[in-house]
């Protein structure tokens, strides 16, 4: 009985790794011109879905989105994407966001997320730090609609606020806790 059991586990393990494969190329991209393309037109797919995220979108100091982040797992599981920050509708830099998972998983998916950084300080930490832990640092508010309803611009108080949406796949839950984001050269 254990050999069926482990042939059935090594079987869905050769089935996440190439699913993951196929998703990870999707998740940089190809140039710089790209992501440039890829961020612009994420944000304005959140703008039409979210009328809290435009409205912040101008009373926010910067802008990092990341346009397409590939998550895959079994057991084991990470995800990747590359994205911009974006200031006064400009790129002046490139991020990346990295996370790793464990416990009960299984499948793939992407997704994009924006988080808009609200105080000068959140910036700066930001573009000062080696990467920023989200969790750690600036205060993050990952807004569902449960949050959208009750933030207007005269509640807004926290550092930071982060929208996850184009979610694709097969997988449970989506969380950008634990993720970590760093500059990189472009």
């Not at 750690?136 to 949406?165: H, R």
């Amino acid at each position: 009985m254990f050999p069926v059991r482990s042939n059935i586990t090594s079987v869905l393990f050769a089935l996440a790794v190439v699913a993951s494969a196929g998703f990870a190329s999707q998740a940089a991209a190809a140039t710089a011109e790209d992501l440039h393309k890829d961020s612009e037109q994420a944000l304005k797919t959140l703008y039409q879905t979210s009328d809290v995220a435009e409205t912040l979108s101008k009373k926010a100091k910067a802008v990092l989105v990341f346009p397409n982040i590939v998550k895959a797992g079994l057991v084991f599981g990470g995800s990747y994407g590359e994205g911009v920050m974006m200031k006064g509708g400009e790129i002046v830099d490139y991020y990346n966001s990295v996370t790793g998972t464990w416990g009960l998983q299984i499948g793939a998916q992407s997704y994009a997320y924006a988080v808009f950084l609200m105080t000068d300080d959140a910036v700066r930490y930001v573009e000062e730090t080696k990467g920023w832990e989200l969790g750690v640092g600036p205060t993050v508010v990952v807004v569902d609609e449960g949050v959208a309803k009750n933030l207007s611009t005269s509640s807004l108080k926290d550092d930071a606020y982060a929208f996850i949406f184009s979610q694709q796949g097969l997988m449970a839950g989506v969380a950008i806790e634990g993720t970590k984001i760093s500059r990189i050269e472009r």
